[in-house]
């Protein structure tokens, strides 16, 4: 097998990410050789509960020897996790599991070439608290990317991309600039001529209700409108800023490839009423391509075996070539 591996992080040992991983593998057929990371015994007992029934294939973390993998079976690197219960509430007891498990990861990704990372979701709560803001964070800190790396969410017809990620909206206006909106609509830019190999239309939000205020030195006349300025005069194909209650009305988003916004939120929640499960989320900026499901861990969800596998599946296509 000469096809890049896509390398599978399992992520929350407690969350739907095995359920939907099961099921991909169930009704997908991907090319690419597929290698999960994650606990041997946790999975085991989660086939047992959702009645799936693959074969378990264990593969060395030390060398991969791609004569070994078979897409028909899991091609597991067993990391030992001790738990009391199969489904348990999420504590930061999984955090030194996931955290291995991630290095493992990076680790055969800086070794061998790779089609890129999928992971599954992890806690913001306790994961990640004291860490980073989120995993596009805790990547580009664990490969040095700190301020050049971006979240998209992509999705064939339209994708969104916030400036800043999982932020407190206190906290939103401060790590808003001129150059971090340089640099984001660089890295879409780059992402759709390498991929697409299309110059993306790119529509830029402003921060405040309408892009109005009534005090001096807003965030749109002090920073938005002359970084969009400085991005016509450099070429790149974008408009802005626009309100964000209308930029997303149909007449708007079917001009659009991407549209940027100043904040989570505010981009997130109406790409999500549009395409529901339909979109994943890629990191722009690191050495490889890391794409992860459009959705949390869901433990409520845990083992009733109701979990829509949509998000994963497209990132998993995505990877396949």
């Known amino acids: 097998m000469n096809k890049k591996p896509i390398i599978v992080v399992a992520g929350e040992p407690y969350s739907i990410f095995l ?3 099961f099921k991909s593998l169930k009704t997908t057929i991907i090319k690419n050789p597929i290698i999960l990371i994650g606990s041997q015994k946790l999975i085991t007992k989660q086939m047992l509960k959702l ?3 693959f074969n378990i294939n264990l593969i060395s973390e030390y060398k991969l020897d791609f004569s070994l993998i078979d897409n028909k079976k899991i091609n597991l690197i067993d990391v030992n996790f001790n738990f009391k219960k199969t489904f348990d509430k999420i504590t930061s007891k999984s955090n030194s599991y996931i955290n291995k498990s991630f290095e493992i990861a990076l680790k055969l990704l800086k070794n061998n070439k790779c089609a890129g990372l ?3 979701p992890v806690s913001k709560k306790h994961f990640l608290k004291g860490r980073t803001l989120g995993i596009t964070e805790y990547l580009a800190k664990k490969t040095s990317k700190n301020h050049e790396v971006a979240m998209l969410i992509y999705n064939k017809n339209l994708s969104v991309s916030p400036i800043t990620t999982h932020l407190a909206l206190k906290d939103v206006p401060k790590k808003i600039s001129k150059k971090k909106i340089l640099i984001h609509v660089k890295l879409i830019n780059d992402f759709y001529k390498t991929n697409f190999n299309k110059k993306p239309k790119i529509a830029i939000t402003g921060l405040n209700p309408h892009c109005e205020s009534n005090f001096d030195n807003s965030e749109e006349g002090q920073v938005i ?4 300025k400085k991005l016509k005069q450099k070429k790149f194909n974008v408009d802005g800023p626009y309100p964000a209650d209308t930029i997303f009305i149909k007449d708007f988003i079917n001009k659009y ?3 940027i916004g100043m904040y989570h939120d505010q981009v997130l929640t109406p790409m999500k009423a549009l395409f529901n499960f339909d979109a994943i989320n890629i990191t722009l900026g690191l050495a490889f391509v890391r794409v992860s499901p459009d959705h949390g861990p869901n433990s409520s969800m845990l083992g ?8 994963l599946i497209e990132a998993l296509k995505f990877l396949d070539n």
Do not use: Q
């Open 118 to 120: 999928i992971n599954g």
């Open 19 to 21: 359920e939907i991983f």
């Open 225 to 228: 409108i002359p970084a969009i």
């Open 304 to 311: 009733k075996n109701k979990s829509n596998p949509k998000s």
């Open 51 to 53: 009645k799936y029934d």
């Open 257 to 259: 490839d991407v549209i």
